[in-house]
């Protein structure tokens, strides 16, 4: 047994930035994943990105329209 948030506020406090985008999402913290992630590596934001529990919380298939 570990504890994210722990972990993750020793990542924060040594600027391991990867290791909190892995942390964020352990923890379904999708968004704040990407978000970092974006920082450091797009293939890794895509990762996350591409989750499709981010999209259901987002509304983002919701809100898609067909290109004609």
């Known amino acids: 047994f570990y504890d994210l948030k722990y972990a993750l506020r020793l990542c924060v406090e040594r600027d391991k930035k990867k290791a909190c985008v892995l942390i964020y999402g352990k923890m379904a913290l999708y968004e704040q994943a990407v978000e970092l992630a974006l920082k450091l590596d797009v293939d ?7 989750n499709p529990e981010v999209e259901a919380r987002s509304g983002i298939t919701n809100n898609l ?3 004609s």
Request: no cysteine; hydrophobic share 40%; proline share 10%.
């Open 44 to 50: 890794l934001a895509t990762q996350y990105a591409d």
């Open 65 to 67: 329209q067909p290109i």
